[in-house]
């Protein structure tokens, strides 16, 4: 997979891909990240890439002029299974939607800052449009960085053990049930005694009925 993300703040975003599973990726080799800063096709000597609003209002837009024209280079270059634009008013970023995207080949996510971009790049090149969550950010380079992990992470041969992709929570609409390591008791709370049992159905079977429970609990409407 490649991804290509355009922002006026790529320093903001390179962090997350230089540890830990995304990093290993990167150098696997599954996964490209390319990040362009949108200044390089600013206007002007001061590379300018937002103005103000037509009609009035507070705070600046993002033209259209340098995001089509960094669109368009890269269009040029190969082909786009989806072109991303994280904004507040965009679909929730959900585990479907992560599979979705985590079979794709060549995707493109475009950052917003200010009040947002120039309709206009709406209609020219964007075809998904991802909200993190009814919050706003101050821009939409930590919501791309979560959506970047939450793909990744799923594209076959990134997890070492592939299983634990399929066990994650929202992977069935259920979440996870609980877990528990060394040491078998601390502070008086004891590991659940079928998990020491080493009787693997009943394990199994705990876990689905533990899932359920709390998926009734804390996200029943998962569960509908
Ligand atoms: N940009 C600002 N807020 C955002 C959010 N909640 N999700 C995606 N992009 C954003």
């Given at each position: 997979?490649?991804?290509?993300?355009?922002?006026?703040?790529?320093?903001?975003?390179?962090?997350?891909?230089?540890?830990?599973?995304?990093?290993?990726?990167?150098?696997?080799?599954?996964?490209?990240?390319?990040?362009?800063?949108?200044?390089?096709?600013?206007?002007?000597?001061?590379?300018?890439?937002d103005d103000e609003p037509?009609?009035?209002g507070a705070g600046m837009v993002m033209?259209?002029?340098?995001?089509?024209?960094?669109?368009?280079?890269?269009?040029?270059?190969?082909?786009?299974?989806?072109?991303?634009?994280?904004t507040?008013?965009?679909?929730?970023?959900?585990?479907?939607?992560?599979?979705?995207?985590?079979?794709?080949?060549?995707?493109?996510?475009?950052?917003g800052h200010y009040k947002g971009i120039d309709?206009?790049?709406?209609?020219?090149?964007?075809?998904?449009?991802?909200?993190?969550?009814?919050?706003v950010?101050?821009g939409?380079?930590?919501?791309?960085?979560?959506?970047?992990?939450?793909?990744?992470?799923?594209?076959?041969?990134?997890?070492?053990?592939?299983?634990?992709?399929?066990?994650?929570?929202?992977?069935?609409?259920?979440?996870?049930?609980?877990?528990?390591?060394?040491?078998?008791?601390?502070?008086?709370?004891?590991?659940?005694?079928?998990?020491?049992?080493?009787?693997?159905?009943?394990?199994?079977?705990?876990?689905?009925?533990?899932?359920?429970?709390?998926?009734?609990?804390?996200?029943?409407?998962?569960?509908?």
């Amino acid at each position: 997979m490649r991804i290509d993300i355009i922002t006026v703040l790529p320093e903001l975003m390179e962090s997350p891909f230089k540890a830990s599973i995304l990093k290993r990726a990167m150098e696997k080799g599954v996964v490209e990240v390319h990040f362009h800063q949108l200044r390089e096709w600013g206007i002007g000597k001061h590379r300018q890439v937002d103005d103000e609003p037509y009609g009035g209002g507070a705070g600046m837009v993002m033209m259209v002029e340098p995001i089509d024209q960094c669109i368009s280079e890269l269009k040029s270059q190969r082909e786009y299974d989806e072109i991303i634009y994280l904004t507040p008013d965009g679909e929730t970023l959900n585990q479907k939607i992560a599979n979705t995207l985590s079979i794709k080949e060549n995707l493109i996510f475009l950052c917003g800052h200010y009040k947002g971009i120039d309709q206009r790049v709406r209609e020219l090149h964007i075809t998904k449009e991802i909200s993190i969550g009814d919050f706003v950010l101050t821009g939409g380079e930590l919501a791309a960085c979560v959506l970047a992990d939450s793909v990744i992470r799923l594209i076959p041969g990134v997890l070492n053990d592939e299983q634990s992709a399929l066990t994650d929570s929202f992977q069935d609409n259920l979440l996870s049930p609980p877990i528990y390591t060394r040491p078998e008791e601390y502070k008086g709370l004891s590991v659940p005694k079928v998990l020491l049992s080493g009787h693997a159905q009943a394990i199994e079977d705990w876990r689905y009925d533990q899932a359920v429970e709390i998926t009734q609990n804390k996200r029943p409407d998962l569960l509908k």
